[in-house]
């Protein structure tokens, strides 16, 4: 049930907002497309499936959750992050990030040479890598030639903060992700979209819900760090910490699996 603090939340969402970003591209084809068409600069980029909240673990068992995860016709693979946090755009993260991208989807008995290109991008609030650039592209590069080492692996960082004089598609999609108000937004397809995210009931529902479970994701992150921390000073056992921050009997297994 929608609240008058989801309705408030919800009116002030912009698409950098995890929130916002991750129901807004839910299975939307069509607008994922069109966003990476503008980031990498091919109008003929073709969109074949996306998911979005795909979640992806190495064998000890650290996961990663991609914001958004699609493929084109051609297999390649893209990963879109949206960040406000530095912290949350580290280079080494886009390199777990990557590096992950290959791990699941590497193939038995698959030639090393047919493994599909592969696009880590994150669209961040601020300009991590400090440079004044709109976008910033990463590829391996060997340092005695300057040549690119064609890898196939791709890392890219749109520069939410970007206030240069350059006006083009890419910038107004930059002055887009950070619009309130979809009539303010540049891209006419987008703040078509917008606009029904913020107004339809059923989207708007989305919204609250998927805002819920952030929420509680969060105060879980919390207790197992508090859990983890009173194991570690106190040396108690996991059913010691959790008896002593009172987790309810019910919830109790859960949080031991995930210790």
Not at 162 to 181: E, M, Q
Not at 191 to 206: L, P, Q, V
């Amino acid at each position: 049930m929608l609240t008058d603090e989801h309705l408030e939340m919800i009116k002030n969402l912009r698409l950098i907002d995890d929130i916002f970003f991750s129901v807004f591209f839910d299975n939307n084809v069509k607008d994922t497309e069109y966003v990476l068409r503008i980031i990498l600069d091919k109008p003929d980029l073709k969109v074949l499936e996306v998911q979005p909240q795909k979640t992806l673990e190495n064998l000890f068992g650290r996961s990663v959750r991609f914001d958004v995860f699609a493929t084109d016709d051609n297999g390649k693979l893209y990963n879109v992050e949206v960040q406000r946090a530095d912290a949350g755009a580290l280079p080494t993260r886009a390199r777990y990030n990557s590096a992950m991208l290959d791990c699941h989807t590497a193939k038995k008995r698959e030639k090393f040479s047919e493994l599909p290109d592969t696009f880590v991008i994150f669209i961040t609030e601020n300009d991590v890598l400090k440079g004044g650039e709109p976008i910033y592209h990463i590829d391996r590069v060997i340092k005695e030639t300057g040549t690119n080492f064609n890898d196939g692996t791709h890392i890219i960082y749109v520069n939410g903060s970007y206030k240069g004089n350059i006006r083009n598609a890419l910038v107004d999609l930059i002055h887009d992700f950070f619009c309130t108000n979809p009539s303010d937004m540049r891209h006419k397809q987008l703040a078509e979209r917008a606009h029904f995210e913020k107004t339809n009931r059923g989207e708007m529902e989305k919204l609250g819900n998927f805002s819920d479970e952030l929420e509680q994701r969060g105060e879980k992150k919390i207790l197992l760090e508090n859990i983890r921390s009173l194991m570690e000073t106190l040396k108690l056992t996991a059913q010691q910490a959790m008896d002593a921050l009172q987790v309810p009997a019910d919830k109790q297994d859960e949080i031991r699996a995930l210790i």
